[in-house]
């Protein structure tokens, strides 16, 4: 009668046996080590771009709605932005909306900028004095513009950190005369370090006052008057944005007698946030696809060697099975193997993969990160492969005659 043996005993066969081809067994993990490690850095990376996204969300400032021209149909066509989102509509917000705190118009435009026998190229914004508190901005040397330099549509700038490495190789160049668009302007003040956004280098931009900007540098359309980019709308706190964004909707509408679709667009932080998190998530998501088909090919590849060995060790089955192993015993130790293989490679492939993860976030601005729960599923997922694609091998082995093995010997 045959005997049932141990688990420990088989696991321990099993094992031996994995010892006894090394090389095979190493080639064999090869896949699942390559899919692990797949999973993980891509996982990781699609997860950093997520987080890179949101921090530079965040740089926009708190509770901030922003009023752009144009609808989404423009936006999609790639129809040039029209102008008619004008000066007056930031004052009309101002002035009409209730559950907004400070309104910060914004006009953008490219010039070079030249000190001295230096030059470079840079974007030049006109905005208020309340662009810094709106946006979250901060100084770091010198001033911001005041009122009177609204009014008197002064000719003073400030300069953003990275800009002023680019202009001054010493110094902050407070007091210094810099040209733009062959206009003489005075710095007054360096900015903090805010970072990019959307790559968007904002260390790199020139501020001046708006109405400088209008009289010196843009002009005033013939048609609107004094267009702007953009509106920077700061609602009085994170729940008052959903009515701000309501009645700043309803006004525009009103002011520019509108009756079907809308000439402008209203977008929050959330908004963006939603969008981001929708890509950046499809994203990470088909990473992980592509890094999951790497471990079903290793997968396979461990069921096709499995194969190849149920063929070699037929004699072994047979003898195991006349000396009075169960086919049960056979199964187990062909499944343990699979086991074995794909756990252990998952590990290793795990290690690499998080390792992989980690000289991302060291060596680029990428925050890329993996959780626990991430590796755990990842290690899991491997077994779980490992043990599916072991059962065929494993049952080939165990329905082997006992009989018909012995007589190759």
């Known amino acids: 009668m045959a005997r049932k043996l141990p688990l420990i005993e088989t696991a321990t066969m099993a094992l031996s046996t994995l010892k006894a081809n090394r090389l095979r067994s190493l080639l064999t993990m090869l896949g699942i080590v390559i899919g692990n490690a797949s999973v ?3 996982v990781g990376i699609g997860r950093g771009a997520q987080n890179l996204a949101e921090n530079q969300l965040s740089n926009l400032g ?18 040039a932005f029209p102008k008619n989102l004008v000066i007056e509509d930031a004052e009309a917000i101002e002035e009409q909306v209730p559950s907004i705190k400070r309104v910060a118009p914004q006009i953008t435009t490219n010039q070079v900028i030249q000190y001295e026998s230096k030059s470079t190229a840079s974007s030049i914004l006109g905005v208020t004095p309340n662009f810094l508190k709106v946006r979250s901005f901060e100084i770091s040397k010198g001033r911001f ?3 009177q330099d609204i009014r008197s549509a002064r000719n003073v700038v400030v300069i953003g950190p990275d800009l002023k490495k680019k202009l001054f190789s010493s110094g902050y160049g407070i007091g210094k005369n810099i040209r733009i668009k062959n206009q003489s302007f ?18 790199e931009n020139a501020y001046i006052p708006i109405s400088t900007m209008v009289s010196r540098l843009t002009g005033r359309d013939p048609t609107y008057g004094v267009s702007l980019s953009f509106i920077s709308v700061e609602a009085i706190n994170e729940k008052s944005t959903g009515p701000a964004k309501f009645q700043i909707t309803n006004l525009l509408r009103q002011r520019h007698k509108i009756l079907r679709d809308d000439d402008f667009a209203v977008r929050s932080q959330k908004d963006a946030l939603k969008i981001v998190s929708t890509i950046t998530g499809g994203l990470t998501l088909m990473l992980a696809a592509i890094g999951a088909i790497s471990l079903l090919v290793g997968g396979i590849g461990i069921m096709n060697i499995m194969l190849v060995s149920v063929s070699e060790r037929t004699e072994e089955i047979g003898l195991r099975k006349a000396l009075g192993a169960r086919s049960a015993d056979v199964l187990t130790q062909f499944l343990v193997e699979s086991l074995v293989l794909a756990i252990l490679g998952g590990v290793i492939g795990t290690g690499i993969g998080v390792g992989a993860v980690a000289v991302v976030a060291t060596i680029t601005p990428l925050p890329a990160t993996i959780g626990s729960s991430t590796i755990l599923l990842t290690v899991s997922l491997s077994g779980t492969i490992g043990l599916f694609f072991g059962v065929i091998p494993a049952k080939r082995a165990a329905k082997l005659d006992p009989i018909i093995a012995l007589r190759s010997l």
Not at 190 to 203: C, S
């Open 40 to 42: 993980i850095s891509l």
């Open 186 to 203: 005075q710095i007054v003040g360096v900015m903090a370090p805010k970072g990019a956004v959307f790559g968007t280098n904002q260390d």
């Open 62 to 79: 708190a509770n901030v709605l922003f009023v752009v021209p144009g609808n989404n149909d423009t936006r999609r066509r790639g129809v």
């Open 145 to 147: 513009f005041s009122e």
